[in-house]
């Protein structure tokens, strides 16, 4: 008689272990199936959100801003070989480092927005470049010519000079997009632009000699 009961518990038992665990990999597929679902309803919604959750602003203020950070760079450059102050050619190769990144990630948006990539770079043609005037702190052709034609401290004061004004029309821009613009990364990008260039305009301003 025990051994028959100790069977029939041991089998019970059994059964019952066996049906929970089919019940919890049940509850556990089911579960994965609907969070893969999820997942993949959310990934779609982004997407769809990234493509069209942005207006006219957000593409004029990539397709302005690529140029305007395009001329900041090469000012920039310019400064390796031709500037005599160590804090200018410090400032300037931050200036490169921040901005060129900016100008790649601006490109990607205005391609998945089916929007065209400015390409030319101004101040590297004479005949200037169309929309520069457009644009606020932009150099003309004759500013260009005369900071690659200038080398020590009269280098040194002109591109700051020139770059505090490069910046304060970029800080213009930005503030135009965080305004009016409805793409949320280049709103954001439109803030970080403001602090940056605005902590850069004072740092210049210092070594200008303004207060």
């Given at each position: 008689?025990?051994?028959?009961?100790?069977?029939?518990r041991?089998a019970a038992?059994?059964?019952?272990?066996?049906?929970?665990?089919l019940?919890?990999?049940?509850?556990?597929?089911?579960?994965?199936?609907?969070?893969?679902s999820?997942?993949?309803?959310?990934?779609?919604?982004?997407?769809?959100?990234?493509?069209?959750?942005?207006?006219?602003?957000d593409?004029?203020?990539?397709?302005g801003?690529?140029?305007?950070?395009?001329?900041?760079?090469?000012?920039?450059?310019?400064?390796?070989?031709?500037?005599?102050?160590?804090?200018?050619?410090?400032?300037?190769?931050?200036?490169?480092?921040?901005?060129?990144?900016?100008?790649?990630?601006?490109?990607?948006?205005?391609?998945?927005?089916?929007?065209?990539?400015?390409?030319?770079?101004?101040?590297?043609?004479?005949?200037?470049?169309?929309?520069s005037?457009?644009?606020?702190?932009?150099?003309?052709?004759?500013?260009?010519d005369?900071?690659?034609?200038?080398?020590?401290?009269?280098?040194?004061?002109?591109?700051?000079?020139?770059?505090?004004?490069?910046?304060?029309?970029?800080?213009?821009?930005?503030?135009?997009?965080?305004?009016?613009?409805?793409?949320g990364?280049?709103?954001?990008?439109?803030?970080?632009?403001?602090t940056?260039?605005?902590?850069?305009?004072?740092?210049?301003?210092?070594?200008?000699?303004?207060?």
């Amino acid at each position: 008689m025990t051994s028959t009961r100790s069977l029939v518990r041991r089998a019970a038992l059994s059964v019952a272990a066996v049906t929970t665990a089919l019940v919890l990999a049940a509850c556990g597929g089911d579960g994965g199936s609907d969070s893969g679902s999820a997942a993949q309803t959310s990934a779609s919604a982004s997407a769809e959100d990234t493509a069209g959750a942005h207006n006219d602003q957000d593409v004029s203020f990539a397709q302005g801003m690529i140029p305007h950070h395009q001329q900041a760079i090469q000012m920039s450059k310019m400064a390796a070989s031709q500037a005599s102050s160590a804090q200018v050619k410090d400032l300037a190769s931050r200036i490169e480092k921040a901005q060129a990144p900016e100008i790649e990630t601006m490109s990607g948006w205005l391609k998945a927005w089916g929007e065209d990539v400015p390409s030319s770079m101004p101040g590297m043609d004479h005949g200037g470049h169309s929309g520069s005037s457009d644009m606020p702190g932009m150099m003309d052709t004759e500013d260009m010519d005369e900071l690659m034609k200038a080398s020590g401290t009269d280098f040194d004061t002109m591109f700051l000079t020139m770059m505090v004004e490069h910046h304060e029309g970029a800080v213009e821009m930005a503030t135009t997009e965080k305004d009016k613009g409805q793409y949320g990364p280049a709103k954001k990008m439109a803030d970080d632009i403001i602090t940056a260039q605005k902590a850069e305009i004072e740092e210049m301003n210092k070594l200008l000699g303004k207060s």
